[in-house]
C-alpha cells in the first residue's frame, strides 16, 4: 500500500502569506491519480485539485498543484481568511485509494 | 446541482450491525463510481469503498469481509452494509461521487452520517 506522509503537520502563517504544502508517497504515484482536498471545521471535503495540477470547479487560481512522482505540493499563493483550514493529499493506486495525515493551515 | 444525503447513522454496541445509505440527485448516478469515505473523531480520512459503474467493487483492508457496499441505480441510492462493527469503526461516514475525469478522486460528498460503536 502506498503511504502518503504530508509536511508540515501545522502550518503558522499570516493572510497574504505564501503556503507551500508537501506530499510524499511511500513509492511513485500516477500523476493523474494525485488529489488534493480542503477541509474546513464541522464540514465535509472540498475537491480543490486533481490529477496533481487541475484545478477542480470553481477553486480559485491562487491554488495550485505540482509535481510528479514521489513528491507533490499543493502552493496558495495568497492566503485568504477562508483558506485557513486542513488539507489532505490522496492517491489511487492497485484498486486503493489512501490519503495523507493532513496539513492544518493556521492563522 | 449534485447533492448527496445520507442517513442510517446511530449508535451501535460492538459486533453489531447498521446500514448506512446515500441517496444521489443531480447527476447521471449509474455513470459514476460512488464511494464511502471515513474520518475518526478528529482523525484524517479513511477511504472505505468503492462501487464502479460496471458493478466492480473495492474494499479497504480495515472493513473487507466484514462491509459490504450495492447501489440501485434505480432509485439513485448507494448503501453501506457493516456488520461485525468494531470501536475502531466510529467515525462520520461521508458518501462521495467518484471525479468525471479519472474516477480516482471524489468531487462532490455528502454532508456525513455519524456513527459510534460502543464497546
Given at each position: 500500500?502506498?503511504?502518503?506522509?504530508?509536511?508540515?503537520?501545522?502550518?503558522?502563517?499570516?493572510?497574504?502569506?505564501?503556503?507551500?504544502?508537501?506530499?510524499?508517497?511511500?513509492?511513485?504515484?500516477?500523476?493523474?491519480?494525485?488529489?488534493?482536498?480542503?477541509?474546513?471545521?464541522?464540514?465535509?471535503?472540498?475537491?480543490?485539485?486533481?490529477?496533481?495540477?487541475?484545478?477542480?470547479?470553481?477553486?480559485?487560481?491562487?491554488?495550485?498543484?505540482?509535481?510528479?512522482?514521489?513528491?507533490?505540493?499543493?502552493?496558495?499563493?495568497?492566503?485568504?481568511?477562508?483558506?485557513?483550514?486542513?488539507?489532505?493529499?490522496?492517491?489511487?493506486?492497485?484498486?486503493?485509494?489512501?490519503?495523507?495525515?493532513?496539513?492544518?493551515?493556521?492563522? | 446541482?449534485?447533492?448527496?444525503?445520507?442517513?442510517?447513522?446511530?449508535?451501535?454496541?460492538?459486533?453489531?450491525?447498521?446500514?448506512?445509505?446515500?441517496?444521489?440527485?443531480?447527476?447521471?448516478?449509474?455513470?459514476?463510481?460512488m464511494s464511502?469515505v471515513?474520518?475518526?473523531?478528529?482523525?484524517?480520512?479513511?477511504?472505505?469503498?468503492?462501487?464502479?459503474?460496471?458493478?466492480?467493487?473495492?474494499?479497504?483492508?480495515?472493513?473487507?469481509?466484514?462491509?459490504?457496499?450495492?447501489?440501485?441505480?434505480?432509485?439513485?441510492?448507494?448503501?453501506?452494509?457493516?456488520?461485525?462493527?468494531?470501536?475502531?469503526?466510529?467515525?462520520?461516514?461521508y458518501c462521495a461521487k467518484n471525479?468525471?475525469?479519472?474516477?480516482?478522486?471524489f468531487?462532490y460528498w455528502?454532508?456525513?452520517?455519524?456513527?459510534?460503536?460502543?464497546?
Amino acid at each position: 500500500e502506498i503511504v502518503l506522509t504530508q509536511s508540515p503537520g501545522t502550518l503558522s502563517l499570516s493572510p497574504g502569506e505564501r503556503a507551500t504544502l508537501s506530499c510524499r508517497a511511500s513509492q511513485s504515484v500516477s500523476s493523474s491519480y494525485l488529489t488534493w482536498y480542503q477541509q474546513k471545521p464541522g464540514q465535509a471535503p472540498r475537491l480543490l485539485i486533481y490529477g496533481a495540477s487541475s484545478r477542480a470547479t470553481g477553486i480559485p487560481d491562487r491554488f495550485s498543484g505540482s509535481g510528479s512522482g514521489t513528491d507533490f505540493t499543493l502552493t496558495i499563493s495568497r492566503l485568504e481568511p477562508e483558506d485557513f483550514a486542513v488539507y489532505y493529499c490522496q492517491q489511487f493506486g492497485s484498486s486503493r485509494w489512501t490519503f495523507g495525515q493532513g496539513t492544518k493551515v493556521e492563522i | 446541482e449534485v447533492q448527496l444525503l445520507e442517513s442510517g447513522g446511530g449508535l451501535v454496541q460492538s459486533g453489531g450491525s447498521l446500514r448506512l445509505s446515500c441517496v444521489a440527485s443531480g447527476f447521471a448516478f449509474s455513470s459514476y463510481s460512488m464511494s464511502w469515505v471515513r474520518q475518526a473523531p478528529g482523525k484524517g480520512l479513511e477511504w472505505v469503498s468503492t462501487f464502479g459503474p460496471s458493478g466492480n467493487t473495492y474494499y479497504a483492508d480495515s472493513v473487507k469481509g466484514r462491509f459490504t457496499i450495492s447501489r440501485d441505480s434505480s432509485k439513485s441510492a448507494l448503501t453501506l452494509q457493516m456488520n461485525s462493527l468494531r470501536a475502531e469503526d466510529t467515525a462520520v461516514y461521508y458518501c462521495a461521487k467518484n471525479g468525471a475525469v479519472t474516477d480516482k478522486d471524489f468531487d462532490y460528498w455528502g454532508q456525513g452520517a455519524l456513527v459510534t460503536v460502543s464497546s
